[in-house]
């Protein structure tokens, strides 16, 4: 299955409703599901990024349901990166033309 790295950032609404923290883990998870998607470890970072999220699904249109309804809800900003495993990220390059 397609795998993604979410980034987040709070928005001033997030910092300032940062103890609903853990419930809004909870309910993102629940809205993955719902969607197909798979909601796998999360990071709070340090850094430029406040949160770090492993999703799984079946294609980009699911995450980006998932993305766009996360941030609808206006505590965090997102950045989403489509990954490679190793083993894809090899095939891509046994396929390189000359």
């Known amino acids: 299955m397609p795998a993604y790295c979410l980034l987040l950032n ?18 993102g998870r629940e809205l993955a599901r719902s969607l197909g998607v798979e909601f796998g470890d999360l990071h709070v970072c ?9 999703l799984e699904a079946p294609n980009d249109e699911a995450v ?5 309804a996360v941030g609808s809800r206006g505590n965090v900003r ?5 990954t490679f495993t190793e083993q ?10 000359e």
């Open 10 to 27: 709070f928005t001033d609404q997030g910092i300032r409703t940062i103890r609903d923290g853990a419930k809004r883990i909870d309910a």
């Open 46 to 54: 340090m850094g430029p990024y406040d949160v770090m999220i492993h």
């Open 64 to 68: 980006a349901r998932f993305v766009l």
């Open 78 to 82: 997102t950045t989403t990166m489509k």
């Open 88 to 97: 894809e990220y090899r095939k891509i390059l046994v396929d390189l033309p």
